[in-house]
């Protein structure tokens, strides 16, 4: 008789982003009049820059003469894409970081979801509170987690390390020993950023007790402030100790293009066994390449247009968080983020929990956002803003909380 993998039942719900595209469509079907500005997930909404459209069609023309033409990808990527990444994100920030040690994949979503399949069950993780859901949803798939604890709203197995107002949004070392341990910074969903300094806390940390941090860098190019790391291979002895991941979705508008990468050093050696080995192997074994015409999509990235282009799209972004962030603190609410990332974060007004504002925000003012407490139970009273629509739908969404 077949079984199934009964880890997926102590999954609470469904995934948060398709509950809540549920509830619009629902809201939105039942009003079909009313004009929702959606500032839930954050998905980009500006068209592809030139220069990246440019390489798309040039490398499809490619793909239509037999001389040219590509099949399989290699499945650790384009060498002329690894070199980019390795030379742009890391050599010329000073990020020791050689071009075999970059996993190209389809973004950051599936590596950090994947990426727990090279560790055993038995690793203890911990994650900050609140957190993206899928660092937890894939271990608890993975039975790393124990089971859900209805009462306090999380896994037993987990170490959960809160993220609060009063910590400035940044984890504290937990008093349990981890093994793996999730970070992401710029922080989704807080926004908050950590600077070197304590991020390098976290990496030796890290190199004293044995654990490896998986470090999610998918906000890098919305740092604007000096001292915040966009690499944790700026910290000294990250390679040791850490796998980062990256994604072109944020920075240059790949969400619906998808293309992404890891990054494992080959001094990073558990339990014996290089870490960078057994995700080449794991890597060869499911993945079969990003296609070509993206890879050169993202190798656009790093040109001298696509910089340049890329920065004011990212700017673009910036100024919306912007207009979040003063449009909210004008009309009385505590916030938080949108200085560093693409996020803000605010408290919900008159003790609402999350969900209840946002059905109060989708019903009453026509504004979708995410509840903080989809990200775990210390996001309760929370609510996350998007700078990632158009600057129109930004204003109009503000004007409408402006006036509840
Ligand atoms: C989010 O809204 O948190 C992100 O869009 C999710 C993602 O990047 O997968």
């Keep these: 008789m077949v079984t199934i993998n009964k ?13 809540i595209a549920k509830k619009v469509e629902t809201y939105q079907t039942a009003h079909p009049e009313e004009k929702i500005v959606r500032l839930g997930i954050g998905d980009v909404t500006q068209p592809l820059a030139p220069a990246i459209i440019g ?44 071009a075999d040690e970059i996993f190209v994949s389809d973004g950051a979503k599936s590596d950090s979801g994947n990426i727990q399949e090279i ?24 039975g790393r987690t124990g089971e859900y604890n209805k009462e306090r709203e999380n896994f037993d197995g987990v170490i959960y390390m809160p993220c609060l107002e009063a910590n ?25 950023a950590i ?3 304590r991020l ?31 690499s944790i291979y700026e910290c000294q002895g990250a390679r040791t100790c850490a796998i980062e991941l990256r994604s072109f979705s944020k920075n240059a508008g790949f969400t619906g293009v998808r293309l992404g990468f890891a990054v494992v050093p080959k001094e990073l050696v558990r339990d014996g066994v290089s870490l960078h ?6 890597h060869g074994t499911k993945f079969n390449g990003a296609p070509y015409i993206v890879q050169k999509a993202g190798e656009a990235v790093y040109s001298a247009e696509g910089k340049a282009q890329l920065k004011e799209q990212v700017s673009y972004y910036m100024r919306n968080a912007h207009y979040i962030y003063h449009g909210l603190k004008d009309a009385g609410y505590s916030v938080s983020g949108g200085v560093n990332a693409p996020y803000i974060w605010l408290k919900t007004p008159q003790g609402m929990t999350s969900w209840e504002f946002f059905d109060h925000l989708l019903e009453t003012a026509h504004v979708v956002g995410t509840p903080g ?27 409408r909380i402006q006036a509840l």
């Design 7 to 19: 880890n997926y039942l102590k999954l609470p719900g469904s995934y948060l982003f398709s509950t």
């Design 55 to 98: 390489a798309l069609h040039k490398a499809v023309d490619e793909m239509s003469h037999a001389e040219t033409f590509r099949g399989y990808a290699p499945d650790l990527g384009y060498e002329f894409l690894r070199s980019a990444i390795a030379k742009n994100d890391y050599r010329d920030r000073g990020c020791q970081i050689e």
């Design 119 to 142: 560790f055993g069950t038995d690793n203890k993780v911990a994650v900050c509170d609140p957190v993206y859901p899928v660092y937890v949803d894939t271990n608890v798939m993975a």
């Design 168 to 192: 400035g949004f940044l984890p504290e070392l937990p008093a349990e020993t981890p093994d793996l341990i999730y970070l992401c910074f710029p922080n989704n969903p807080s926004g908050a």
């Design 195 to 197: 600077t070197k300094e």
């Design 200 to 230: 390098q806390e976290w990496v030796d940390y890290a190199n004293k007790t044995g654990a490896v941090i998986i470090y999610d860098a998918a906000y890098e190019a919305y740092i604007t402030e000096e001292g915040v790391p966009h």
């Design 277 to 282: 080995d057994l995700w080449a192997r794991r």
């Design 373 to 399: 407490s989809g990200f775990g139970a210390h996001g309760e009273g929370y609510f996350r803003l998007t700078a990632f629509g158009s600057f129109e739908n930004t204003q109009e969404a503000i004007r």
